[in-house]
Nanobody, 127 residues
Framework: QVQLVESGGGLVQAGGSLRLSCAASGNSFSNFAMAWFRQAPGKEREFVAAISWNGGAKHYTDSVKDRFTVSRDNAKNTVFLQMNSLRPTDTALYYC????????????????????WGQGTQVTVSS
């Protein structure tokens, strides 16, 4: 069974930066497309970013485009989310997820995307 553990969340002022990490167990990490989602209080879960199995394709929701960057290091079984120019509206619990069947591009379109999910890491942006 694949297990995902997020880290790197915290409290930051508006305009600041954070780098989230998601560490995966097992030896099949490179077979999975990976994605980041977030959920703010009182709101539905929202797609944030996704990356293909080899890192060749990246996808972002419009609200984070040009501010966030997703990357992965398959040798370390880790996916990252670099978040710059943070806004209070970015405040949410951030989850990483993995899927070996569906492409990264489908993470923003298919509600059932994600075979494995982490526990989440909290990001709070103060104004």
């Amino acid at each position: 069974q694949v297990q995902l553990v997020e880290s790197g969340g915290g409290l930051v002022q508006a305009g600041g930066s954070l780098r989230l990490s998601c560490a995966a167990s097992g030896n099949s990490f490179s077979n999975f497309a990976m994605a980041w989602f977030r959920q703010a209080p009182g709101k539905e879960r929202e797609f944030v970013a996704a990356i293909s199995w080899n890192g060749g394709a990246k996808h972002y929701t419009d609200s984070v485009k040009d501010r966030f960057t997703v990357s992965r290091d398959n040798a370390k079984n880790t996916v990252f989310l670099q978040m710059n120019s943070l806004r209070p509206t970015d405040t949410a619990l951030y989850y990483c997820a993995a899927d070996a069947r569906l492409a990264a591009a489908q993470a923003m379109r298919v509600n059932s995307w994600g075979e494995y999910w982490g526990q989440g890491t909290q990001v709070t942006v103060s104004s």
